[in-house]
């Protein structure tokens, strides 16, 4: 078979040139599968042009970039503007208020005296437990449960609980907090002791690569002072006690808190890590100024006595309570006022509330035939009536709504004016006062005059915080049986420095001088100052004064006398006993008895009043002339001898007690 030779190939000078797709006309694309010749290969289809790329312009995104840069740069240079030039003053204190600690320097609280200068109350060496709670941070401490565990340390040394110390630690914005006051040096040893301990423990771990924690490393100390009753619970009602912040809480010391606690200064200093830097500059210290001294009127051994007196009395009678004063007649100054129950200034934490005020200047009660004394003051400055002037005393008499009665039982009694007294009769001191003018309205108005001139419901004058006025209607608000009960002490109230008040100006010649209780005051540089002069009132005569005092001395001297357990061996003593009903504070009725003595020695020559009161006695005798009548011997004689008061030169006039009717 003939072989078959393949076409021969053109040249490309032969070919045909090539149409590019721009020349070759458009042609139609018919729809429906394209045919081609078998064997030979698809043809390629005209390659696409190549695309050029066109790069954006960067001018816009300079621009942008530019203008944020210079945004950032502009808020730094304003923020710099500000912190250096404008709030510079306010970064500098703020820096120095973070580098600098102040620390208050605690003034010396002034002590308290009795008038000899022996120390009533006192203050020594104490430290305030302070503690950077910075340092009780995770960050500072190395430890997440810091305060926690710094409390469970503290809490057994401090006294107290755990959860406050604590949280009084978890206060990382402070550098300062205060976690017990006024410790004794011996509190702050023990902390001492336990931070070094931690302290060893923390330094050999540290050297072993771990944290070296301890926990205690916060706690410092400052130094303060705390205050100290040495006598404990004597005179604790006129001193009173300090509270937790160091301020007065009571009598005395809150009374005259100011010229006590005197200024307190300052000193500020660099500190680091809590503590202080002591090459720093810029150290300030504004020094402290002490406390003035305070002497008191009271004797502290006359008060010891009465304090032991009215105690053993209220223990022994089951009271509710009892007091005793007693005061110079001739200058109202107050040597002794003792309470019974009492309390512990050093530890008032402990003590019960309702021994803690003083109760002879805080409690208002009716007084009883001791208010007597003021009826017959009235009667024999208003002539009413003498000493001997005839008194015819029935068993009963009846009066407005009422039928009225001495304390027993007695035929009628032939009475004078000064027997009255004596015997204490309710019912003559009722006929007495009804002599006061000619209708009952006027000689209320009369008596009312009289008992607001003894100072009954007014405050004694001593200014003493809590002091109660008593109660003393105007006689217009009397009601019926008040205008007769008053004359004898029922119906108005007082308190016990009141009633001491009365029978002191009875000694003194009729003159009330306001009862004092400071002597003076001595500051910082030691000059002592005197206490102003106490106001002085005219009350009655002195012939009254005397007369009356001729009459209290029946009471005591003569057999037929109420107040016979008041003699004193040696002295001329006057006085007069009351039993008043009680008003019952909790109930609102009356309920028990009000016992009382009252009085002054030496009768002819004044210097010394004692007054004594028991609250509702429950075990024994009620009278006042049979459980405070030998409270007042006992007091008073004491009184008498430390004062080195001489005896009584000369006997009693004796005045009549009864006389024997005509017929």
């Given at each position: 078979?003939?072989?078959q030779e393949?076409?021969?190939?053109?040249?490309s000078?032969?070919q045909?040139?090539r149409?590019?797709?721009?020349?070759?006309p458009?042609?139609?694309?018919?729809?429906?599968p394209?045919?081609?010749?078998?064997?030979?290969?698809?043809?390629?289809?005209?390659?696409?042009?190549?695309?050029?790329?066109?790069?954006?312009?960067?001018?816009?995104?300079?621009?942008?970039?530019?203008?944020?840069?210079?945004?950032?740069?502009l808020a730094?240079v304003?923020?710099?503007?500000?912190?250096?030039?404008?709030?510079a003053?306010?970064?500098?204190a703020k820096?120095?208020?973070?580098?600098?600690?102040?620390?208050?320097?605690?003034?010396?609280r002034?002590?308290?005296?009795?008038?000899?200068?022996?120390a009533?109350?006192?203050?020594?060496?104490?430290?305030?437990?302070?503690?950077d709670?910075?340092?009780?941070?995770?960050?500072?401490?190395?430890?997440p449960?810091?305060?926690?565990?710094?409390?469970g340390?503290?809490?057994p040394?401090?006294?107290?609980?755990a959860?406050?110390?604590?949280?009084?630690?978890?206060?990382?914005?402070?550098?300062?907090?205060?976690?017990?006051?006024?410790?004794?040096?011996?509190?702050?040893?023990?902390i001492?002791?336990?931070?070094?301990?931690?302290?060893?423990?923390?330094?050999?771990?540290?050297?072993?690569?771990?944290?070296?924690?301890?926990?205690?490393?916060?706690v410092?100390?400052?130094?303060?002072?705390?205050?100290?009753?040495?006598?404990g619970e004597?005179a604790?009602?006129?001193?009173?006690?300090?509270?937790?912040?160091?301020?007065?809480?009571?009598?005395?010391?809150?009374?005259?808190?100011?010229?006590?606690?005197?200024q307190d200064?300052?000193?500020t200093?660099a500190?680091s890590g809590?503590?202080?830097?002591p090459?720093?500059?810029?150290?300030r210290?504004?020094?402290?100024?002490p406390?003035s001294d305070?002497?008191?009127?009271?004797?502290?051994?006359?008060?010891w006595?009465?304090?032991?007196?009215?105690?053993?009395?209220?223990?022994?009678s089951?009271?509710?309570?009892?007091?005793?004063?007693?005061?110079?007649?001739?200058?109202?100054?107050?040597l002794?006022?003792?309470?019974?129950?009492g309390?512990?200034?050093?530890?008032p934490?402990?003590?019960?509330s309702?021994?803690?005020?003083?109760a002879?200047?805080?409690?208002?009660y009716?007084?009883g035939s001791?208010?007597?004394v003021?009826?017959?003051?009235?009667v024999?400055?208003?002539?009413a009536?003498?000493?001997?002037?005839h008194?015819?005393v029935?068993?009963?008499?009846?009066?407005?709504?009422?039928?009225?009665?001495d304390?027993?039982?007695?035929?009628?009694?032939?009475?004078?004016?000064?027997g009255?007294l004596?015997?204490?009769?309710?019912?003559?001191?009722?006929?007495?006062?009804?002599?006061?003018?000619?209708?009952?309205?006027?000689a209320?108005?009369?008596?009312?005059?009289?008992l607001?001139?003894f100072?009954?419901?007014s405050?004694s004058?001593?200014?003493?915080?809590?002091?109660?006025?008593g109660?003393?209607?105007?006689p217009?608000?009397?009601?019926?049986?008040?205008?007769?009960?008053i004359?004898f002490?029922?119906?108005?109230?007082?308190?016990?420095?009141?009633a001491?008040?009365?029978?002191?100006?009875?000694?003194?010649?009729g003159?009330?001088?306001e009862?004092?209780?400071?002597?003076?005051?001595?500051?910082?540089?030691?000059?002592f100052?005197?206490?102003a002069?106490?106001?002085?009132?005219?009350v009655?005569?002195?012939?009254?004064?005397?007369?009356?005092?001729?009459?209290?001395?029946?009471?005591?001297?003569?057999e037929?006398?109420?107040?016979?357990?008041?003699?004193i061996?040696?002295?001329?003593?006057?006085?007069?006993?009351?039993?008043?009903?009680?008003?019952?504070?909790?109930l609102?009725?009356?309920?028990?008895?009000t016992?009382?003595?009252?009085?002054?020695?030496?009768?002819?020559?004044?210097?010394?009043?004692?007054?004594?009161?028991?609250?509702?006695?429950?075990?024994?005798?009620?009278f006042?002339?049979?459980?405070?009548?030998?409270?007042?011997?006992e007091?008073?004689?004491?009184?008498?001898k430390?004062?080195?008061?001489?005896?009584?030169g000369?006997?009693?006039?004796?005045l009549?007690?009864?006389?024997?009717?005509?017929?």
């Amino acid at each position: 078979m003939p072989s078959q030779e393949p076409p021969p190939r053109r040249s490309s000078q032969d070919q045909a040139p090539r149409r590019s797709s721009r020349d070759a006309p458009e042609r139609r694309r018919v729809p429906g599968p394209a045919r081609r010749p078998p064997g030979r290969p698809a043809p390629r289809g005209p390659r696409p042009a190549p695309r050029t790329l066109r790069l954006g312009s960067p001018r816009p995104r300079l621009r942008l970039v530019s203008l944020a840069l210079t945004l950032v740069m502009l808020a730094f240079v304003v923020r710099l503007l500000q912190v250096q030039a404008v709030d510079a003053d306010a970064y500098a204190a703020k820096a120095e208020k973070s580098r600098y600690l102040s620390v208050k320097l605690a003034a010396e609280r002034g002590e308290i005296t009795d008038r000899t200068g022996i120390a009533l109350a006192t203050s020594v060496d104490a430290y305030d437990i302070t503690a950077d709670p910075k340092l009780f941070t995770p960050e500072e401490s190395k430890t997440p449960d810091a305060p926690e565990r710094a409390a469970g340390l503290l809490a057994p040394i401090l006294g107290t609980g755990a959860e406050e110390i604590a949280k009084k630690l978890r206060t990382p914005k402070s550098r300062y907090t205060v976690l017990a006051r006024r410790q004794t040096p011996q509190v702050w040893n023990q902390i001492k002791d336990l931070k070094g301990v931690f302290a060893e423990k923390a330094a050999a771990d540290k050297a072993k690569g771990g944290p070296g924690t301890n926990v205690l490393a916060g706690v410092f100390q400052e130094p303060s002072s705390k205050r100290v009753y040495p006598n404990g619970e004597l005179a604790a009602g006129i001193l009173g006690y300090v509270n937790a912040e160091g301020r007065g809480g009571g009598g005395i010391e809150s009374m005259l808190d100011k010229e006590l606690a005197g200024q307190d200064g300052e000193v500020t200093y660099a500190q680091s890590g809590g503590r202080r830097v002591p090459t720093a500059d810029g150290t300030r210290e504004t020094p402290a100024v002490p406390g003035s001294d305070i002497e008191l009127t009271i004797d502290r051994d006359i008060q010891w006595a009465a304090q032991r007196a009215i105690s053993e009395q209220v223990k022994k009678s089951k009271a509710d309570r009892g007091y005793v004063i007693v005061q110079d007649t001739r200058t109202g100054e107050i040597l002794a006022m003792a309470n019974s129950p009492g309390f512990d200034p050093n530890d008032p934490g402990r003590a019960d509330s309702a021994a803690m005020g003083n109760a002879a200047l805080q409690d208002a009660y009716e007084p009883g035939s001791t208010a007597k004394v003021m009826s017959m003051a009235a009667v024999l400055e208003e002539g009413a009536a003498t000493p001997g002037t005839h008194v015819v005393v029935p068993n009963r008499l009846h009066r407005g709504d009422r039928l009225f009665k001495d304390d027993v039982d007695h035929p009628t009694w032939y009475l004078t004016l000064n027997g009255v007294l004596a015997k204490s009769s309710n019912i003559g001191t009722i006929l007495a006062t009804g002599q006061l003018g000619k209708t009952q309205k006027q000689a209320n108005e009369v008596l009312h005059s009289y008992l607001r001139k003894f100072g009954m419901g007014s405050p004694s004058g001593l200014g003493y915080p809590g002091e109660t006025p008593g109660i003393l209607a105007p006689p217009g608000k009397w009601s019926t049986s008040q205008q007769y009960t008053i004359p004898f002490g029922q119906g108005l109230s007082l308190n016990a420095m009141q009633a001491a008040s009365v029978y002191s100006t009875i000694a003194n010649g009729g003159v009330r001088i306001e009862p004092s209780l400071v002597r003076g005051t001595k500051g910082p540089d030691g000059r002592f100052t005197a206490a102003a002069a106490p106001g002085k009132t005219r009350v009655v005569s002195e012939d009254t004064a005397r007369t009356l005092a001729t009459m209290l001395e029946s009471v005591v001297g003569d057999e037929e006398g109420t107040g016979t357990k008041a003699r004193i061996p040696g002295y001329r003593v006057a006085g007069k006993t009351g039993t008043a009903n009680r008003v019952d504070p909790e109930l609102g009725r009356y309920r028990g008895y009000t016992a009382s003595f009252a009085g002054f020695a030496p009768a002819d020559k004044p210097r010394v009043t004692v007054y004594c009161a028991i609250q509702n006695p429950t075990k024994g005798s009620y009278f006042g002339g049979q459980i405070c009548g030998p409270i007042y011997q006992e007091v008073m004689e004491f009184a008498l001898k430390t004062l080195k008061v001489p005896p009584t030169g000369k006997e009693p006039a004796g005045l009549p007690v009864t006389f024997r009717p005509s017929g």
